[in-house]
């Protein structure tokens, strides 16, 4: 495909994107002035366009970065969005050849807007599918570290005696009849076996390679650290195909987490090989089903913590260890008492120090290994620890 090809599959989202300026009638009118002019007459759009533009998707960077995310203004996010549309309309304009630098920077600049824009109702899905455009032009990966992540696990035994441990019931795809009445209305954690025998990820995600062949110039956040709570952990943005190659195939350095991530909803090619279980139906509000992927090497851990939401856990690679505790048993968990961590616990359930936290000896821990094909469901408010004992990938289903 020529660039110039490229660039009129691009336009052709131009008027819809016009139409959407009215989302953002808060915007300041130097600004408005910049994505008007070049959406109006995408033809003169240069150098020094480009520039601008720039300068429109850097000052809102700098706007949505300022005070807390969760109250930053949507006509920000969705100016992010639209100046990201120019931008990348600029960019293939102006290029001379399509070639891999190309395709990388325009995956940057999609991704960029897809983690700091928001959809816009005129065209919720602006941004993913301009980077369909681009996805036929991913050159195959070198693949010969080409590893089956299935065979990177490990024969996993474990003495929980000492530990005073309680196994988690596993069901055989319950009817949703006998899943509702006997765990979601009792608020009771089970695992279900033969549920996702027919997706397509169980197969296709045993291999990094997929990822990569897929999705590898994308750019995610990598959480890096060995906890969320642990004073040295951080974040950082790079590409999957850097994440599997320095984080999965790697076990130098710090430990690298792609945790709770919307991948889905940033490449939805991959959602094509999962399917949102029917026992997800059982919801009180109208609102969509959050999918979450969680993606990472053996090793990695999610403090003991609890969520608002019901949690429908899914093992697609891999195997997990989890601890599970009611939350009768707050009292004897320890929560952190500032308000950021207040729904995680100091206790870490594999090796509780009793000296430090004497009243952990009164609770009960529900503990399982959760292997491929089963999901395990876990209440709201439900406390839960989860290691990874192998390079693991895992989907998330909450709803209310």
Not at 280 to 289: A, I, L, M, Q, Y
Request: proline share 6%.
């Amino acid at each position: 495909m020529l660039h110039n090809e490229i660039e009129e599959n691009i336009a052709k989202f131009t008027s819809a994107v016009l139409a959407s300026l009215a989302e953002i009638m808060e915007l300041n009118s130097a600004c408005k002035a910049i994505l008007c002019e070049y959406l109006n007459n995408p033809k003169s759009i240069d150098e020094c366009a480009e520039v601008k533009i720039q300068a429109v998707i850097d000052y809102m960077y700098e706007q949505v970065n300022i005070g807390n995310w969760k109250e930053v203004k949507l006509f920000l996010r969705k100016t992010i969005t639209i100046a990201t549309f120019l931008r990348l309309l600029s960019h293939a304009k102006l290029a001379q050849s399509v070639n891999d630098d190309f395709i990388k920077e325009s995956f940057k600049i999609i991704d960029f807007g897809i983690l700091f824009g928001c959809p816009l109702d005129e065209e919720p899905s602006l941004l993913q599918k301009c980077a369909s455009i681009f996805n036929n032009l991913i050159e195959e990966e070198d693949t010969s570290k080409k590893v089956n992540m299935q065979n990177n696990l490990e024969e996993v035994n474990f003495d929980l005696s000492h530990l005073n441990t309680q196994p988690i019931e596993i069901v055989d795809c319950p009817s949703m009849e006998h899943f509702y009445r006997n765990y979601i209305l009792r608020e009771q954690p089970i695992i279900l076996s033969n549920g996702i025998n027919h997706w397509p990820a169980l197969n296709k995600w045993k291999d990094p390679e997929y990822f990569k062949k897929l999705a590898g110039p994308r750019t995610v956040p990598v959480e890096l650290g060995k906890v969320y709570t642990d004073s040295d952990w951080t974040q950082k943005l790079m590409t999957i195909g850097e994440f599997i190659d320095n984080y999965i195939y790697q076990s130098n350095g710090p430990t690298g987490y792609l945790a709770q991530y919307q991948l889905f909803d940033q490449i939805p090619e991959l959602k094509k090989d999962i399917v949102v279980p029917e026992y997800c139906c059982f919801s009180e509000t109208d609102e969509p089903v959050d999918i979450m992927a969680w993606f990472g090497p053996k090793g990695t851990v999610s403090a003991l913590h609890h969520d608002p939401k019901k949690n429908l856990l899914t093992q697609v690679v891999g195997t997990k260890q989890l601890f599970l505790f009611s939350p009768n048993d707050t009292p004897y968990l320890y929560p952190h008492s500032h308000e950021l961590l207040n729904n995680t616990a100091q206790v870490d359930p594999r090796e509780p120090d009793l000296e430090k936290f004497p009243n952990y000896k009164e609770a009960t821990a529900y503990h399982c290994i959760l292997s491929p094909g089963q999901m395990l469901y876990i209440p709201p408010k439900w406390w839960h620890f989860v290691e990874s004992l192998s390079i693991s990938f895992s989907v998330s289903f909450w709803w209310d």
